[in-house]
């Protein structure tokens, strides 16, 4: 699924509901995870993930600060 980042706002397909869409950087950081574990953690299913339109890598940060 590909996501507009103009806003950062979008609906997350999993959430049913508008999110905060974060990079993989900016998910790391405020995670205090390394880019690599979100990374996996996305390909395990933990967080859920899309691919904006200029075809960037982001996170669902609601489904990120779930995950604690």
Do not use: T, Y
């Amino acid at each position: 699924m590909r996501i507009d980042m103009k806003p950062r706002n979008a609906m997350c397909p999993k959430c049913q509901e508008e999110v905060i869409w974060l990079s993989g950087a900016e998910a790391a950081k405020v995670s205090d995870l390394s880019e690599r574990e979100v990374f996996r953690l996305a390909e395990g299913g933990e967080i859920h993930f899309a691919e904006s339109e200029a075809g960037m890598f982001i996170v669902c940060q609601r489904s990120l600060g779930a995950r604690r």
